[in-house]
């Protein structure tokens, strides 16, 4: 049976991704990552919940460096882009894009799965976010693979299973396979329930409307 890695930071895409891929790809470690976000104590304590409910392992990795070369909203003390902020999607993207940011997270994770030979490696990456980010493709996911042949003598394997799903597909899926959604933390500033108006919050509130799961609309917004 393989063993696997999950890049988790309890947002809606990698909870999914854990929700339906924990049993075939025996999801046995998750790693969150505390790059000095806004919302890093949030992302951990969730990750944290999720993990146990899960009963999997739990990783917290500290990069104060990218922190140091991160000027970017999701980390200064410029706010997250809101309201009609958001009608340019590749200047609201710029805005909170943190440096090779899932490049890095995957090399780690790949260290990992290089030194306790893990098969596997999970990303929540999805088509909805491809779409301005380019970290979020089919084709990032393919040059990663290309790289652990050469980088890695285990050679793990980049698996998205989001990839061709938007949000409103991920919630339908996790609605589907009994996902625990209460858990779900998307927002990008520091508090205690999802803002409900930056850029991740707006995308899981509609499509948690799409999908007609209004009680989750109550319990974290």
Request: contains cysteine; charged residues 25%.
């Given at each position: 049976?393989?063993?696997?890695?999950?890049?988790?930071?309890g947002g809606l895409d990698s909870l999914?991704?854990?929700?339906?891929?924990?049993?075939?790809?025996?999801?046995?470690?998750?790693?969150?990552?505390?790059?000095?976000?806004?919302?890093?104590?949030?992302e951990i304590n969730t990750s944290k919940?999720?993990?146990?409910?899960?009963?999997?392992?739990?990783?917290?990795?500290?990069?104060?460096?990218?922190?140091?070369?991160?000027?970017?909203?999701?980390?200064?003390?410029?706010?997250?882009?809101?309201?009609?902020?958001?009608?340019?999607?590749?200047?609201?993207?710029?805005?909170?894009?943190?440096?090779?940011?899932?490049?890095?997270?995957?090399?780690?994770?790949?260290?990992?799965?290089?030194?306790?030979?893990?098969?596997?490696?999970?990303?929540?990456?999805?088509?909805?976010?491809?779409?301005?980010?380019?970290?979020?493709?089919?084709?990032?996911?393919?040059?990663?693979?290309?790289?652990?042949?050469?980088?890695?003598?285990?050679?793990?394997?980049?698996?998205?299973?989001?990839?061709?799903?938007?949000?409103?597909?991920?919630?339908?899926?996790?609605?589907?396979?009994?996902?625990?959604?209460?858990?779900?933390?998307?927002?990008?500033?520091?508090?205690?329930?999802?803002?409900?108006?930056?850029?991740?919050?707006?995308?899981?509130?509609?499509?948690?409307?799409?999908?007609?799961?209004?009680?989750?609309?109550e319990k974290l917004f």
């Open positions: 049976m393989p063993k696997s890695i999950i890049l988790l930071s999914v991704s854990l929700g339906i891929s924990k049993e075939k790809y025996n999801i046995c470690l998750a790693l969150t990552f505390d790059y000095g976000q806004k919302s890093a104590y949030q919940q999720i993990c146990d409910y899960y009963n999997i392992e739990h990783k917290i990795i500290k990069l104060n460096w990218l922190q140091n070369i991160t000027h970017t909203a999701l980390v200064s003390d410029n706010n997250v882009p809101t309201g009609k902020e958001l009608d340019n999607p590749e200047q609201s993207a710029k805005s909170v894009w943190v440096p090779n940011r899932n490049g890095l997270f995957l090399n780690i994770a790949a260290s990992f799965a290089d030194g306790e030979d893990y098969d596997f490696i999970i990303i929540g990456a999805n088509k909805e976010e491809g779409e301005t980010f380019p970290d979020n493709t089919v084709d990032f996911i393919n040059r990663a693979n290309d790289l652990f042949e050469f980088s890695t003598r285990q050679h793990p394997k980049v698996y998205a299973p989001l990839i061709n799903c938007n949000k409103n597909d991920i919630v339908k899926l996790a609605l589907e396979k009994h996902v625990p959604l209460e858990f779900t933390r998307s927002c990008y500033n520091k508090s205690d329930k999802n803002c409900g108006e930056c850029e991740s919050c707006l995308r899981l509130k509609k499509a948690l409307q799409a999908n007609n799961a209004t009680e989750y609309i």
